[in-house]
């Protein structure tokens, strides 16, 4: 007999390739919501230039001058037929200003000269000894030189940041308009020269969402985040482009031919919101595959559509979500506009990615729409005040009603129109806890009703075998679509209990399914490990807490659809307490 754990479950059966390429790894066993040890390094200096640097290395005076001259990229932009448009990315028109990115003057042997930022223009202005040969690198990172908090790095050989450089001969005076450009590698059929275009493209998504996080928050503070990109991550190495929350890396899929997610600024971003999410506010996702149309857990429909409507908000307000792929580049594998109702995601509800990525992104977009009954303009700081607010403290699971109760809250005088909005989804908002969810499927040949999520199991109850619906309480498959990830709507149930007093509750989950096992997750804000259970056995855990308060967990099954039974004993307090 086996305990899984649930990524013990995904190494068996798989994850599967989505084509949203947007899966994110949930990481297991930890402290489910502690916060997370982060490295806190210098913001960027969008406008500092490198001149202001050179006593670092002693050069100043008559022994050195000042390079300048502007860093780009080539861009190649989505078309609107599909695919990238490779063959013109390189004309000079297309550069794309390298903002912010890390820039030094290095000698022939590659010591370090000068070292400064570019700024949100691409220039740069870096002092260099006169009369001498010297390199100018432009480094695929952001934020202080010597301890980037950003970099792009190459996950197939040995961590490398990107780079590109420039030699410059120096002489006695002043050197400007030293430009280059980061090229893509295209020859006009197939990638035969170097992709040096590739880092820069995704450091500079990076660069508008720092910008964005700014606009709610001037002093926000970056934690340390590492991007893995590399012409060999591809669906047979890497899966896909997502989010690490074990290790807050993202990594990217760069297979040409297949998909490439360089130049999909969307996709980009999308993954920096789940680091955004993760590391500002609190994500209780489950992560795992999910596509369109899928009946997802509603932490993970809500994690998904924030990011798909976020990723829009990054980038100025483009809500079309493209990702290009297949032979040539020249193929879209996703298009996605969040601003329209989207044909075939099924029933909408708050188990619905769209529905959630449609909501938000109402509230935060300015023009009114009419089909959706939206007239919300609030724009993205009262979205970012509850992300890293009341949503990273909500004692429920993260969802799109502890997002939309909060956003009420705070913003009293559009709740109505917050509730309008909601309604066009099909979604109720009374409180954190999905009290009336309007649940109105069909869940194991049985009509579900409109009660809360949550079903409440209060201390003294013995043996609790129907949820709040008088249904029986089990985990389900119905919604699961054999792709082995246990995300999706109803795999779990969701129960909360009050503490009567101050003290401890015994809580016992015995399954009455035979041949399962249960585990148990917390949210994040009851800040502890899963609890895995053994086959046909109960499991046990306490809760403690103070009189009065809330405390959520869900349970899950690890064979299979399983029905349990739920007990709750108040333990005595102890002597001494
Ligand atoms: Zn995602």
Known sequence: MRNFSRNDWLAVFGVGLVAVAVLHISGCGGAGGAPPAVVIDGQIAPDRVGSQLAAITGLGGATSVIVSGKATYSSPLAIAGGGLDLDNADNPGRRTAIRGAVIEVRSAAGAVLSRGNTNAQGDY??????????????????????????????????????????????????????????????????????????????????????????????????????????????????????????????TLLGAANIDTDEFDTHVLAHEWTHYFEDNFGRSDSLGGAHGLGDKLDPTVAFGEGLANAMSGMILGGDPVYVDTGRQGQAGNLLTLNVETEQGGDGTDGFWSETSVQEVIWDIFDVPADGAHSDTLALGFTPIFNVLVGRQKNTLAFTSLHSFLAALKVENAGSAGAIDTRAAVEGITINDEFQTTANVLLTVDGQPSTTNSLYTTVNAGQANVAVDVNSRPLRTSDEFLNGDGSLNKLFNRAFIRTVLPASGRVQLTATPTTSGISLFIDFPGSENRANVNGSRNVAVTFTITGVANTTHCFAVNSLEGPSTFSLSALALAKPANN
């Open 125 to 250: 202005a870096l002092a260099a000894p006169i009369n001498q040969s010297v390199t100018i690198v432009a480094i695929a990172a952001l934020g202080n030189g010597a301890q980037p908090n950003v970099s792009v790095v190459d996950n197939t050989n040995a961590q490398a940041i990107y780079a590109v450089d420039l030699p410059v001969t120096v002489g006695a005076v002043a050197l400007a308009n030293q430009n280059f450009n980061a090229s893509t590698g295209w020859d006009g059929t197939r990638y035969s020269g170097a992709r040096s275009a590739a880092p820069f493209a995704i450091l500079d998504v990076v660069f508008s969402a720092q910008a964005l996080i700014r606009t709610a928050s001037a002093g926000a503070v970056f934690p340390a985040l590492k991007l893995n990109w590399s012409v060999n991550n591809s669906p047979a190495t890497v899966v896909t482009s997502f989010y690490n929350t074990a290790t807050k890396e993202i």
